[in-house]
């Protein structure tokens, strides 16, 4: 077999290293990738020694990203899906992309950020239908007669869906200065009870809010569950107007953050992460105009999950003295 050149080589060793990130372990990529735990290891110890610095870190029971590793992850998922993207958009030129394609989209990732990213498709090709539905039910594609859904959270085992990670996004605490001012910012866990919560509630069992305490356990955080709601809009209008803690997506609360109107209440000790992926009846022949709507979601929907991640207040709240401790 021929040698690779270097770029086939720098290629390779990018897509080996997002694998065994999203994979967790060497020797699980080795297996998605059908290659050995060594091959592996030796490609993404090359690329360390090619960036100068080290994207893993390595221990006998566990392997995790490093700062710098998690960084550069990010951005290569984003070419890679770039190059899909690509590949397809020129295969596309040569079969006419159309007919319907129905989409299942979480309530209010999907109506924020999904839907404005599909409908851009319409214009790229004329011949496409469009149909999305908004529900945070979990739909069954195939008696549904879904083509596409994306999903949140970790995915169950399935022989009958395929799927691809689209990102994932944190759900912070905010509130707005009014109501810090009032009631004091927060500075340990116990402070947390004599604050009111607006609560995202559906049917059944409520999730606790959980953060860090001061020895890194985490602990539930008591608060006044006073106001509950099941749409994550009503729990943002009700926090900008000074009614307690909400508990919203990084991606929904930012501009407000941006503008000063909230302000993030224990953003590095209080975080809930949550996956997303496109989730599609698993298929030899994947058509095309799935194929169009999934490479254009892996390229478009992770910089958008993550474009409120630096997002500071404008002004920081003053702490009333009733607050202090």
């Known amino acids: 077999m ?24 060497f020797a699980l990529a080795a297996e998605r990738l059908r290659m050995t735990r060594s091959a592996v290891a030796k490609l993404v110890a090359r690329l360390e020694q090619r960036l100068g610095a080290r994207l893993f870190n390595r221990s006998t029971r566990k392997q995790s990203l490093t700062e710098h590793g998690q960084a550069y992850y990010e951005r290569c998922k984003r070419a890679l899906a770039e190059i899909d993207a690509a590949e397809a958009s020129l295969d596309a030129r040569d079969r006419q992309l159309g007919g319907r394609l129905r989409v299942s989209l979480p309530q ?77 910012i927060p500075k340990c866990i116990d402070d947390f009870e004599r604050h009111t919560a607006l609560v995202y509630a559906r049917s059944g069992p409520e999730s606790p809010w959980l953060a860090m305490d001061a020895d890194g356990q985490q602990r539930p955080l008591r608060v006044q569950r006073r106001l509950r709601m099941d749409d994550l809009d009503a729990i943002t209008d009700a926090a900008l107007a000074g009614h307690g803690l909400a508990r919203l997506p990084r991606w929904l609360a930012a501009p407000a953050v941006a503008e000063g109107r ?48 630096m997002v500071r207040p404008r002004v920081a709240p003053r702490r009333s003295a009733s607050g202090q401790r």
Not at 2 to 12: C, G, S, T, Y
């Open 2 to 25: 021929a040698p690779m050149n270097p770029a086939e080589d720098r290629l390779k060793g990018i897509a080996t290293f997002v694998q065994a990130a999203e994979a967790g372990s």
């Open 108 to 184: 209010h990732l999907g109506r924020h950020l999904v839907a404005p990213i599909l409908t851009r498709l319409l214009a790229v090709h004329p011949g496409l239908d469009l149909e999305l539905s908004f529900s945070d039910r979990f739909v069954d594609l195939l008696d549904e007669g879904f083509d596409l859904a994306v999903r949140l959270g970790p995915l169950p085992d399935s022989s009958s869906l395929a799927a691809r990670p689209l990102g994932a996004f944190d759900f912070l605490l905010c509130a707005a200065p009014k109501y810090l001012r009032r009631h004091g």
């Open 262 to 309: 909230l302000n993030w209440v224990w953003e590095g000790r209080h975080a809930q992460r949550v996956e997303v992926n496109a989730v599609w009846p698993h298929t030899p022949f994947l058509p095309m105009k799935t194929r169009a709507a999934i490479d254009r979601l892996a390229a478009d929907l992770p910089p958008a999950l993550q474009a409120g991640l």
